[in-house]
Structures are given as structure tokens and as C-alpha cells.
């Protein structure tokens, strides 16, 4: 099963006192607030998560794999998340 956006509302409504309209625009907003602070340029950490961050990836040569030929791939920014050790002990259950 995937985790989506509807069953976090979900999730938040029912167990809540929030109407479901309610729940849904508090996970906008929390969404909204994670997307505007990755775009500038700050990182998010989560206790007992995990972290997020934009990392620069710099200009490169590659190769078209069909062709073999040399292609330049422009520079761009990548998103990292990286996990909390609290949260890999409890996957690996050592907690």
C-alpha cells in the first residue's frame, strides 16, 4: 500500500475533532510550508525521522545510451532525504 495525501486527511480527520475539510487544509498548509522552505534552500529535520535537503548537482557529460554519444546534462537540484537512526533502528527492529 502507498501512503498518499488523501490517506494522511484521512488519518487526520478521524482522529480528530477536525471536519474533513479542516484536516485537509492543515496538510496543505504543512505541505505548502515543507515545499516553500526545500525552495529556499533550507533543510528540514524531523526528530526521530529523518532529514530532508536540496542539494546542487553540478553540470556533467553523460552519454545517450542508444547512441553512445556525449550529451551535456545541465546542472539542476536534487532532493535528499536521509533517515534518522532512530527510525532505522525501529525498520530494523532494534528498538
Same mark, same amino acid.
Given at each position: 500500500?502507498?501512503?498518499?495525501?488523501?490517506?494522511?486527511?484521512?488519518?487526520?480527520?478521524?482522529?480528530?475533532?477536525?471536519?474533513?475539510?479542516?484536516?485537509?487544509?492543515?496538510?496543505?498548509?504543512?505541505?505548502?510550508?515543507?515545499?516553500?522552505?526545500?525552495?529556499?534552500?533550507?533543510?528540514? *529535520?524531523?526528530?526521530?525521522?529523518? *532529514?530532508?535537503?536540496?542539494?546542487?548537482?553540478?553540470?556533467?557529460?553523460?552519454?545517450?545510451?542508444?547512441?553512445?554519444?556525449?550529451?551535456?546534462?545541465?546542472?539542476?537540484?536534487?532532493?535528499?532525504? *536521509?533517515?534518522?537512526?532512530?527510525? *532505522?533502528?525501529?525498520?530494523?527492529?532494534?528498538?
Amino acid at each position: 500500500m502507498t501512503l498518499t495525501k488523501a490517506n494522511i486527511v484521512d488519518t487526520v480527520y478521524s482522529q480528530t475533532d477536525l471536519t474533513k475539510k479542516e484536516a485537509s487544509d492543515y496538510v496543505n498548509q504543512v505541505l505548502e510550508l515543507m515545499k516553500e522552505t526545500l525552495e529556499s534552500g533550507e533543510e528540514i *529535520k524531523v526528530s526521530g525521522f529523518g *532529514k530532508f535537503e536540496v542539494r546542487k548537482k553540478g553540470e556533467r557529460i553523460g552519454r545517450n545510451p542508444r547512441t553512445g554519444d556525449e550529451i551535456l546534462i545541465p546542472e539542476r537540484k536534487v532532493l535528499r532525504f *536521509k533517515v534518522s537512526q532512530v527510525l *532505522k533502528d525501529e525498520l530494523n527492529g532494534n528498538r
